[in-house]
């Protein structure tokens, strides 16, 4: 079985690394989050907005031409259809429901490529409540239509300005916030990473992604199962929501896709499971990029959802115990996967997605195989950066 | 509870043999203790032994070494620019180690190493608590390790090599918590003043002084250091009426930030903080 236990644990990776100062909200959100979001009218209202605010469930389509040119049937799952472009709204509407069960009056939350902090900044105008969202300085500038989309709904944005100004710098001056602000203020974690509970919980909001997938896939094959899941992996959300109901479904490949930025060996990666080892970061314990002396590397890609040292700890673990295979995508390849599949489908991606679609490349499957690529954002956000690149691959 | 019992007395554990400093110093002193913390390595790599002998020197109880960290989640931009700047400048825990064991021939100060769990855990867990006694180190704090995996995995190997590990306690931990924290603690209590990360606010509220009250009626065993937020004469003066002594960090770190002097500044500054008159 793979499942977290009850000390927040996947094999050896998770738990709970927080300062004392946190431990009564993380306390608090252990003890409260199973019994909260199982409760039926919780579900009711879960349920409710996920269909008729964010627009679930998310069409299972079949990518005619993309499985002609690869000679295998792919699906894709259209998160970038969800309310806000990604599939990261459907872990805000599980968590402000979550945080008004609590009695929190104040929401923060880090952001990469903004995504998150559009879809938290969403919910909170959805339910009224004050947002404040942290973003690294850099990602600021090279995701700017997500900076004006939050202040539009009535967030604050705050740049974090140290370290390496992007997504681990954000998430710590989160935390750090938290700290500050314990009695009134939940921390919406935008993906599977931190402390116990939050992999676990986000996860579960994440699952109806593959929820979907099971009936949607069993309407178009007959079979509820396919070869395998393929998903990009900055924290790991998009991807435990695709995989979450196929865990322990051994015959269904998992295919996580990493972004390596300039390459693997050239310093300029983000790719965690491949240059990560066993550690600590933002509370959880598992796969990091670190030198020997356990300071956190730098990591680089050119899509701010993937530029994080970690991984979740479900998502080390399953590279960990063999159970998911990991593939890392240059910039380069990802950028050209990304106007391959726009010309292909008619489907502009994410920078993030793009990575998963670029894995199809590097896949080993036979001719009969069905895949699923987690289609987990648009790419409207990414504008820029394509037109920049146009010249080159347009 | 060991209710009565004088804090030196109860806490001493029959399997340390050479009596650790910490205890040693609370064993003679119970109030007015003064911590002082700063970064290693910072300003420059080779501060360190300079900043032990000269705080020792000025007369402070303790000293409290940083570990400097990439990602020093419960501290605020004064301890993690100092932290930035000593990585630059090539600072590494072996490094520290050497540092320590040099300036142990010169002081008998009791020092107490703070980082992250992280850097313990990339060092090797046994392998920091062995070099730590053998360089004379004779505690830690580890904010970011939690009292279940302390308890679980390592309090036995701390215990064994008589390593003193400090927990801390906020304005909202639960009583049975501090209890519990008293029972696993070994040295003192770090007595996080406020809500907040390090070297934010000055100046002490009347909520903060009903925590301080509140928590001194508990009657623990262990002595308590107040820190966060605590930087000047007046701010220590208030942590020593309702604990054994104070932290000082960030205020610290600044004065050093500004300085040419190092031995000079440290001198004033422990003086100002004592409430001595500056020469
Ligand atoms: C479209 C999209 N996909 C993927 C990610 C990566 O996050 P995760 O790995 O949590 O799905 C992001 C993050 O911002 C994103 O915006």
């Known amino acids: 079985m793979i499942a977290v236990n009850d000390k927040g644990y996947y094999g050896e ?45 998310s069409p299972l389509y079949l990518a005619e031409r993309l499985s002609e040119h690869y000679g295998m049937t792919i699906y894709l799952k259209r998160e970038d259809l969800n309310h806000t472009g990604a599939h990261k709204i459907n872990n805000t509407i599980g968590q402000i429901l979550m945080a008004k069960r609590l009695g929190k009056t104040r929401i923060i939350a880090e952001t990469g ?56 710098d954000a998430t710590n001056e989160a935390i750090r916030d938290w700290i500050s602000n314990p009695v009134d203020t939940h921390y919406i974690i935008g993906s599977v990473v931190g402390p116990h509970p939050y992999p676990d919980m986000v996860a579960r909001f994440q699952s109806v992604i593959s929820e979907e997938m099971k009936w949607q896939l069993e309407e178009h094959t007959g079979s509820s199962h396919p070869s395998g899941i393929i998903a990009c992996v900055g924290g790991g959300s998009n991807a435990a929501g695709a995989y979450y109901h196929y865990l322990n479904d051994p015959e269904v490949r998992l295919v996580a896709v990493e972004a390596a930025g300039h390459g ?26 670190q030198t020997p002396d356990g300071q956190i590397v730098e990591p680089y890609s050119i899509s701010a959802g993937l530029d994080y040292p970690g991984i979740g700890p479900l998502h080390a673990h399953l590279i960990d115990s063999g159970r998911a295979e990991a593939i890392s995508i240059t910039d380069e390849a990802a950028l050209k996967a990304a106007f391959f599949l726009a010309r292909k489908e008619g489907i502009i991606p994410a920078l993030e997605t793009a990575h998963a679609f670029a894995a199809l490349d590097h896949l080993e499957y036979n001719a009969d195989d069905v895949f699923i690529v987690c289609l987990s954002g648009r790419g409207d956000k990414d504008l820029s950066t394509y037109i920049k690149h146009f010249d080159q691959l347009g | 509870m060991a209710e009565g019992l004088l804090p030196a007395i109860a806490y001493l554990r029959p399997k340390t043999i050479n009596m650790n400093r910490l205890d040693q110093l609370f064993a003679e002193k119970q109030s007015n203790l003064l911590n002082i913390y700063f970064t290693a390595g910072y300003p420059a790599l080779e501060d360190t032994t300079t900043i032990i002998a000269a705080l020792a020197k000025a007369g402070v109880d303790l000293i409290e070494i940083g570990m400097p960290y990439s990602d020093p989640m419960a501290d605020g931009p004064t301890i993690q620019e100092s932290g930035m700047q000593a990585l630059k400048n090539g600072m590494t825990l072996e490094t520290l180690f050497g540092q320590v064991a040099d300036v142990r021939a010169q002081t008998d100060v009791p020092l107490v190493l703070m980082g992250y769990f992280n ?67 070994r040295g003192f209590i770090y007595m996080v003043s406020d809500s907040s990360i390090t070297g934010a606010k000055s100046g002490i509220s009347d909520r903060q002084l009903a925590y301080f009250n509140r928590i001194n009626a508990m009657q623990l065993e262990h002595p308590r250091l107040i820190g966060f937020g605590i930087s000047n004469h007046e701010t220590y003066a208030i942590a020593c009426r309702y604990a054994q002594g104070a932290i000082i960090g960030s205020a610290f770190i600044k004065a050093l930030a500004e300085t040419t002097d190092l031995e000079g500044t440290i001198a004033e500054f422990v003086q100002m903080v004592r409430g001595e008159v500056a020469v």
């Open chain 1, 113 to 168: 490529a903004g995504q998150h902090g559009v879809a938290t900044a969403t919910v909170c105008a959805l339910m009224g409540i004050e947002c404040i969202v942290y973003m690294g300085a850099i990602d600021i500038e090279r995701q700017a239509p997500n900076v004006s989309r939050m202040r539009m709904l009535g967030a604050e944005v705050r740049p974090a300005l140290s370290g390496s100004q992007t997504l681990k």
């Open chain 2, 119 to 185: 850097q313990v855990m990339q060092y090797g867990e046994q392998a920091f608590v062995d070099r730590c006694v053998a360089v004379g180190i004779d505690g830690v704090i580890l904010p970011d390790l939690p009292i279940f995996e302390y308890e679980t995995f390592y309090r036995q190997m701390f215990e064994d090599a008589g390593l003193h590990v400090s927990f801390l306690i906020t304005p909202q931990t639960s009583e049975d918590r501090i209890r519990k924290i008293d029972d696993l603690t």
């Open chain 1, 264 to 289: 693997i060996d050239s310093g300029h990666s983000a790719a965690t499971s491949v240059l990560g080892t066993k550690g600590i970061i933002h509370g959880s314990r598992t796969l990091l990029m």
């Open chain 1, 13 to 57: 990776f998770g738990g709970a690394y927080i300062p004392e100062m946190l431990h009564p909200n993380v306390e608090e959100l252990q003890r409260c989050y199973l019994e909260i979001s199982e409760d039926q009218e919780f579900q009711k209202e879960f349920r409710g907005l996920l269909k008729d605010y964010v627009g679930r469930p």
